[in-house]
C-alpha cells in the first residue's frame, strides 16, 4: 500500500526558504503569514521576560505557522488556494536573525547600516539563528496528530576580513538588504564568508535535517513531503 502524502504550506515569502525544499524535492504551497513580529515579539517579552536570540526566532515562527495554520481552517478560499485539502497538509513557519556579539541583529533598515553591520562583521564570527514551527493540519481521525511543535537552528558563519570597497560593492547590489544578518551564503555574499559551523541549510533559511526531525515526532517521513 504506498505511504500517504503530506502536502506542505510554507508561511514563508522568503525565495531561499522555498528554493530550499524545491531543491529537496519538495513543492511547497507558499501562504505568507500576517503576523506583526515585534508585537509578537513584545508579548512574549512580557510574559517571559527578555528572549535569548535562539528563543526570539522560534517565537516569531511559531506565530508565523499557526497565524497560517488558523487562516486555513478558518478561511475556506485560503485553503482552497493549497490545490489540497487542508486534512493532509502540515504548515511550516520559520524565521531568521543573526547574533554579533550578543546582540540581535535582524534586516539592515538601508545601506548606511548594511555598511555599518559589515564592518562590524568582517574577519569575526557570529551565530545564525533560525526558528522553525511545524503545525500538522491533517485530520486526527486519520493519521494527523494536532501538534504543534518546533526547535531552533544555530550555525557559526565566519566571516572574510572584507575591506571598504568590497562591502561598498556588496551593499550597492541591494541583496544585504533583504536577508536576516545583511548577507546571503548561497548569494552575492558567498565569496564573503569564509566558512560556517553547523548547517548550511540553517543559514540559508531553512534547516532540512532540523525540518526532518520535526516531522518525524509527528510520524511522517521526509520523503512522504509531495513533490
Do not use: N
Amino acid at each position: 500500500m504506498p505511504e500517504p502524502q503530506v502536502h506542505v504550506v510554507l508561511a514563508s515569502q522568503s525565495p531561499a526558504r522555498l528554493a530550499t525544499l524545491r531543491a529537496a524535492g519538495v513543492e511547497p504551497t507558499v501562504v505568507v503569514s500576517r503576523v506583526d513580529e515585534p508585537a509578537v515579539l513584545a508579548d512574549a517579552a512580557e510574559r517571559h521576560g527578555e528572549l535569548e536570540a535562539a528563543d526570539q526566532v522560534l517565537v516569531l515562527a511559531q506565530a508565523k505557522a499557526e497565524d497560517v495554520a488558523r487562516r486555513l481552517e478558518d478561511e475556506e478560499a485560503v485553503a482552497d488556494m493549497i490545490g489540497a485539502q487542508v486534512a493532509d497538509a502540515v504548515v511550516v513557519g520559520c524565521d531568521s536573525m543573526l547574533e554579533l556579539d550578543g546582540e540581535v541583529v535582524g534586516k539592515p533598515a538601508d545601506a548606511d547600516e548594511a555598511r555599518a553591520r559589515w564592518r562590524a562583521m568582517r574577519g569575526r564570527a557570529a551565530v545564525l539563528h533560525t526558528g522553525h514551527w511545524l503545525v500538522d493540519l491533517r485530520d486526527t481521525d486519520g493519521d494527523g496528530t494536532g501538534a504543534t511543535l518546533g526547535a531552533t537552528s544555530s550555525t557559526t558563519v565566519h566571516f572574510a576580513d572584507v575591506d571598504d570597497a568590497e562591502i561598498e560593492a556588496y551593499v550597492a547590489t541591494g541583496e544585504p538588504l533583504h536577508v536576516a544578518g545583511a548577507f546571503t551564503i548561497d548569494g552575492l555574499g558567498g565569496p564573503y564568508v569564509e566558512r560556517i559551523e553547523g548547517d548550511h541549510h540553517g543559514v540559508v533559511g531553512l534547516s532540512l535535517p532540523l525540518l526532518r526531525e520535526l516531522l518525524g515526532e509527528i510520524g511522517v517521513p521526509f520523503h512522504a513531503l509531495r513533490g
